[in-house]
């Protein structure tokens, strides 16, 4: 008896559907029931894994390794849900499955069409789901948009099927002009009729706006759209994302959705732990800078990794101001003045040589400095290339990804491949690593074994680890299988840590990551 909530967007991009889908989540589960969250991205792509993040932003990876949409991180830090590869649905892999069965016969000599196969095929990636109560669907890009029309069309359907086991949540823009001072719903009611003219009745209408409206412009928009006032909410922009959810609990979106599916309402649940970290997040004044070296200017792009810091920071009673450095910027005359203003560096993620350089400099500065120092996936690698360049003496150190040398540090590790890579050229998802007894990641985890995600085609190079060892970077982190190091640190600083691995993709908002928590406790020391 599994329930679907179709969340579609229009007017504009950004409005934040992710942002509501997983609020809605929260909130249901706030009520016991159980949910997950799915999204379906109409582009071509099978994943975003081979997009450029100013294309896309972040690619967020799951548990089972499938590269996915960011706003998968969104469902996961709303709602404490692990997405799988059932989350990820791109028009990319309807496509693919369709014509692979054309070519294998499955289809019987049929002409393949886009009503019934591609939709067919959509209905059943969103039918899959059924091991919860709630499955909350969102749909990426704009109504109107040519892509989205195989979607709209597999919705109609299954609201057609499914009878009240289906509710559409619509979220468009109410824009505020200036020169009328007046808040316009014109926009909305013709996305709500494109909407309509796809055969699908929005239940509720989330109306995003940067001024609070009025009840009569929520009732005038229930009256042009068919849509009950109590199904009507409106969505403010706040100070934070994460006040999304119990702004749209006090206006009962949780009881309106709940209504609409025949489902008894009872009480408001209390969500104490949510408000506890509302309540923090509010109180948290003073604040302390993180540097984040990186090559990417644009917030999407390490979203992840910035939402780690600052709800670690939440955590840690301080508000993190985050100051993107720009790697490729980062010169060695430079590197003090550009560092000066920072309690620590996070050095990003990346792939091949742009702005490696400046991050090997800004490792250095850290180390030597003993500014606390986290390196992630790249970042470490960044690390591991400083210290056998400027500890062990291998000038020429570098990784097999950008050059090749006598001493690559870190490598394509042939014989680990095989055990790794199974089928993939990458090595994604969740590896096992024991830590190392006495280690400080060992502390901060207070755990023997963890189990962490990656995305990463080059590893450590285990000839050199003995000399790592005896020159003060530690191997604290192996993979029990392959013997990979998957965690290197150096006791003698105040916080130096590297992870192959992306620890921001589990931090969530009722358990930051301790890697995250332990950094910014450090960075925050003696504010
Ligand atoms: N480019 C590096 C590798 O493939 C690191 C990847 C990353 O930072 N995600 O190993």
Redesign the pocket.
Known sequence: MTRYIFVTGGVVSSLGKGIISASIGKLLQARGYTITIQKIDPYINIDPGTLNPYEHGECYVTVDGTETDLDLGHYERFTGIRTTQANSVTTGKIYKTVIDKERHGDYLGKTIQVVPHITDEIKHRIMQNNDVDFVIQEIGGTIGDIEAAPFLEAIRQLKWELGNRAVSVHLTYIPYLKAADELKTKPTQHSVKELQAAGIQPDVLVLRTEKHLSDGVRQKVASFCNVDLECVVQSEDLPSIYEVPVNMQRQGLDAALLRKFGLPVGEIPKMEGWHRFLELQRTATKEVHVGLVGKYDLQDAYKSIRESLILAGIYNHVKVKIDFINSENITKEKVTEQLSGVAGILV?????QRGIEGKIIAVEYARVNNLPAFG??????MMVIEFARNVLGYKDAN?S?MADTPHNV?DMMEEQKTITNLGGT??LGAYSCNLREGSRVAEIYGTPQISER??????FNNLYKDEYEKNGMKCVGVNPESDLVEIVEIPSHRWFVGT?F?PEYSSTVLHPHPLFMSFIKETSKGL
């Open positions: 990003c993620p990346g792939f091949g992630v996936c790249l970042g470490m690698q990784s990804e870190i990458m090595r990656h995305r990463h085609r080059y590893e192959q992306h």
